[in-house]
């Protein structure tokens, strides 16, 4: 029996081939490899060096711009509201993507409602930006939610009757400090007043509205013409009730003593009204300023206070689907013996829910999370397209701060470089957590 032996210093069969294999496999890595370097890891290199330079890159500064970062108040206010996008946005986004991923299991047209949520992910967010500046626009006549809440509010509070009305100056009636308007002097029962008003436009005159005439008043009561003091063509004399000049109906006025509200009516079709069985004395007439309050130009959504919140809900729009989609998935894998034998045990649909879906889901809706926290961090579209100029530093995140001081005006990169490191700090725990998670899963 003849045995073969390699010879010293030669290279096994085998050895060739696995040699042979790892070359190709690096072939086949390293155009991936020279592209991570290329895009990913120079780039941090190079960040994390550009962060110790001054705003030209020519003085070493050390840690300097790291102490600015936490001095500078803009910088503060992005990462307050970086804070608050993680804290909220994925706690909502897994909250809903949980309800409605149970709910639609239920509905008979489950695939299209699913398609209908997930389609927000098939549009930009350069286009959701614009869209939702759009519908956060102030103007009711272009903002579409703002449309909505002003339409819900005059519904059950009327608008003010003549919102741009002023008394004509020097004809007996002054303005009072809180928008109201009453008679300079005194007024006595038997009275007959004028209240001339200018600055209503011709076309906000009621349809209903005839030429003002005020009748004489008896000697227990004041009568009187509200009237736009305003004769078309010109032609009329100012604190005169001319032929052609209509009263202003629905109009509040009260007679006021001592501070108080005695008695109150309305003008009628004429502008004229009538305050009857008035007790001897002096009264002022008033018209209280409701009767010319601004219309209601619904919420400020996109003013300081609520700019963050408003974009946030621009942002679950786009993202619920996702959510949903994920939950899902992992929701039709889910053992259905046990949820069968728990409604048989008598647990109601809610028990089964919170003792025994949610715990089976967790793993799922810990992916959810975090995947969801590492994009929050990272948003930047739809703060710098929504938020307007005047509110940007108001709804700044960390990412829009560090692109703001490095090329939006500041022009300090070596700032900005360190907002870069520090957000790639924040964001490195919830990635390692998210690999750790899938390995431990694959295993």
Excluded at 113 to 118: A, G, R, S, V
Excluded at 207 to 216: C, G, H, N, R, V
Aim: proline share 7%; with cysteine.
């Amino acid at each position: 029996m003849t045995t073969l032996t390699t010879p010293v210093g030669a290279v096994s069969p085998r050895r060739r081939a696995q040699r042979r294999r790892r070359t190709i496999a690096v072939a086949f890595v390293l155009p991936a490899l020279l592209l991570l370097g290329a895009l990913v890891v120079h780039p941090v290199l190079f960040s994390v060096g550009r962060s110790f330079f001054d705003a030209g890159g020519s003085r070493f500064v050390g840690g300097e711009n790291y102490a600015e970062m936490f001095r500078d108040p803009a910088t503060l206010t992005a990462i307050r509201n970086s804070a608050i996008w993680v804290v909220v946005a994925p706690t909502l986004l897994t909250g809903l993507g949980l309800i409605l991923a149970v709910l639609v299991e239920k509905v008979r047209w489950a695939t299209a409602f699913k398609l209908l949520l997930f389609m927000p992910m098939a549009v930009s967010f350069l286009a959701a930006g614009i869209i939702f500046r759009l519908a956060y626009e102030e103007d009711p006549d272009k903002g579409v939610l703002n449309a909505a809440v002003v339409g819900v509010h005059d519904a059950f509070e009327d608008a003010s009757s003549y919102p741009t009305a002023r008394a004509r100056d020097g004809q007996g009636v002054e303005k009072g400090p809180d928008g109201s308007y009453g008679t300079a002097a005194a007024v006595a029962p038997g009275s007959t007043v004028s209240l001339g008003f200018v600055g209503v436009p011709p076309k906000d005159v009621p349809a209903e509205a005839k030429p003002a005439s005020p009748a004489k008043a008896a000697a227990d009561e004041v009568r009187g013409a509200v009237y736009l003091d305003f004769t078309p063509g010109g032609g009329g004399r100012p604190g005169v009730i001319d032929p052609e000049e209509r009263g202003l109906p629905g109009l509040t006025v009260e007679a006021v003593r001592d501070g108080k509200a005695v008695a109150t009516a309305t003008t009628a079709p004429d502008g004229s009204f009538r305050f009857a069985d008035l007790a001897p004395g002096a009264y002022t007439v008033k018209l209280p300023a409701a009767n010319f309050a601004p219309p209601y130009e619904g919420v400020s959504w996109l003013g300081p206070a609520l700019v963050t919140p408003a974009i946030i809900g621009a942002y679950l729009w786009i993202w619920t689907g996702f959510a949903m989609v994920l939950i899902g998935a992992g929701l039709s894998s889910l053992p259905r013996d046990c949820l069968e034998a728990a409604r048989m045990d008598g647990a109601s649909e809610w028990q089964v829910f919170r003792r025994i879906t949610v715990p089976l889901l967790a793993p799922v809706l810990t992916v959810v999370f975090v995947t969801l926290v590492i994009n929050v961090m990272k948003v930047f579209d739809l703060i710098y397209i929504i938020a307007p100029g005047p509110v940007q530093e108001d709804a700044t995140v960390l990412a829009t701060q560090m692109w703001l001081v490095s090329f939006g005006g500041g022009n300090n990169q070596g700032l900005g470089s360190a907002l870069g490191v520090l957000l790639l700090l924040l964001v490195v725990p919830a990635m390692v957590f998210n690999v750790r998670r899938f390995r431990r899963s694959q295993s």
